[in-house]
């Protein structure tokens, strides 16, 4: 009778766990973000830290996913997004050139790039579609490995929309 209730237990947790990977992967899956990197290659570690989500950075944890992407390229739509405005992404003067963003919804997400000068801040933009430039990350960070910000709205995990 205990071992059923484990084995019951162990088999529930499973089909959960299963069942959690099918709602992700049925839901909106980025595609190209960046020119120059069709399969959204990640920044892994470089000499100012690592970009997955969850890395540390000082007293806090990094709460997006970096996905490599070399200055003054092109930034695409991942797929079909509604342009929700621009962001501020710091209130640091020295970190000027890079203090830009954009907010987006698509599907069922809510999301932020960061380090983006859009084209435009509202409208619709279908996937694979310009939507802006990346701003020169090596200015404030020399060094770094280039990249976008990707976080969601309720600063949640955005790895598992990443193939």
Not at 64 to 92: H, Q, R
Not at 132 to 149: E, R
């Amino acid at each position: 009778s205990v071992k059923y209730t484990q084995l019951s237990f162990l088999l529930f947790r499973q089909f959960l766990s299963f069942t959690s990977v099918l709602c992700v992967c049925d839901g909106e899956q980025f595609g190209q973000l960046c020119s120059g990197n069709p399969t959204n290659r990640r920044r892994i570690s470089d000499s100012w830290g690592q970009g997955h989500y969850g890395a540390g950075r000082g007293s806090r944890t990094h709460k997006g996913l970096d996905i490599v992407c070399e200055d003054g390229s092109v930034v695409y739509a991942p797929f079909d997004v509604t342009l929700e405005g621009k962001l501020t992404v710091y209130n640091d003067p020295n970190k000027a050139a890079i203090n830009s963003g954009i907010n987006l919804s698509g599907g069922d997400l809510t999301f932020k790039l960061f380090y983006v000068r859009p084209d435009r801040v509202s409208g619709t933009v279908r996937k694979g579609e310009r939507i802006g430039v990346m701003l020169p990350m090596q200015q404030v960070y020399p060094g770094i490995t280039s990249h976008v910000h990707v976080q969601m709205k309720d600063k949640s995990d955005p790895t598992p929309y990443f193939n």
